[in-house]
């Protein structure tokens, strides 16, 4: 059944208002929208950042930990120094340095780590709890460093005091 629509002529001349709907543009906007959709899928998961949550551990993780000798490592990052504590015991503070492209210098806690797994090798937790002031690469800078040193449960948590 064709529709129709009245000309005015009295009946006689009804225009017909079947066309033809050309969907090649359409399919053309839908793989475009497919194809971006799934691009931004795979780059949200390219750019997360793995961080544990600050939470108590499970009663799994609790019986891991029993085996292996672990202590509670912080690090509270301050824009002018880090000062890392391993349960009670604290470190000297490291001073925060630039380098000559302007970076912060991190050889410093690149060397504390190393000596700290050297007196625990089977520790691989860490709590980095940064300032407000801290500049986000500053931040990720750190955080790189403790996976590199073989941290690699990186837990981020506000700065207490």
Do not use: H
């Not at 000297?92 to 970076?103: F, S, V, W």
Request: glycine share 8%; net charge negative; proline share 4%.
């Amino acid at each position: 059944m064709a529709g129709g629509m009245d000309t005015g002529q009295g009946g006689k001349g009804k225009k017909s208002l079947d066309v033809a709907i050309n969907l090649t543009a359409f399919i053309d906007l839908m793989a475009v929208t497919i194809s971006f959709l799934i691009m931004t899928a795979v780059w949200t998961q390219i750019g997360r950042l793995q961080v544990s949550q600050a939470g108590g551990p499970s009663t799994e993780e609790q019986q891991e930990e029993e085996k292996t000798k672990t202590v509670q490592l912080n690090l509270l990052i301050t824009p002018t120094e880090l000062r890392l504590t391993a349960d009670q015991s604290a470190f000297d503070p490291i001073p925060l340095t630039k380098d000559a492209k302007g970076k912060t210098d991190l050889t410093k806690l690149v060397a504390r780590f190393k000596e700290l797994k050297a007196q625990l090798p089977d520790q691989s937790a860490i709590t980095l709890q940064p300032e407000d002031k801290v500049r986000y690469e500053d931040l990720v800078r750190i955080i790189d460093e403790c996976i590199g040193s073989g941290l690699p449960q990186v837990s981020v948590s506000a700065a207490m005091g």
